[in-house]
Nanobody, 115 residues
């Protein structure tokens, strides 16, 4: 069964950067859409960004121009480069993979941005 393993979260000051990674245990990355959601305490989970198997990308308005999603099919890994971080970016970030009609979620990684 395919699993997703996230890494790269942590504590950073406002204006700083972090890079999240999401590695799949299988080689289906090239045929699926992968992305990131986030959820702050008391808030609904929201879509942050995704990248399709063809390389097309989507970003939420709140992160456009600051976040960049990319994928390395050879490494079965998707990255989320987060720059100019804001306090409101603080959340648990969840990676997901959508392929063959199913969605798989990672365990989440915490991102905390201090003022």
């Amino acid at each position: 069964q395919v699993q997703l393993v996230e890494s790269g979260g942590g504590l950073v000051q406002a204006g700083g950067s972090l890079r999240l990674s999401c590695a799949t245990s299988g080689s289906i990355l090239s045929v699926g859409t992968m992305g990131w959601h986030r959820q702050a305490p008391g808030n609904k989970r929201e879509l942050v960004a995704f990248i399709s198997s063809s390389g097309g990308t989507y970003y939420a308005d709140s992160v456009k121009g600051r976040f960049t999603i990319s994928r390395d099919n050879a490494k079965n890994t998707v990255y989320l480069q987060m720059n100019s971080l804001k306090v409101e970016d603080t959340a648990e970030y969840y990676c997901y993979l959508f392929a063959y009609g199913s969605t798989i979620w990672g365990q989440g990684t915490q991102v905390t941005v201090s003022s």
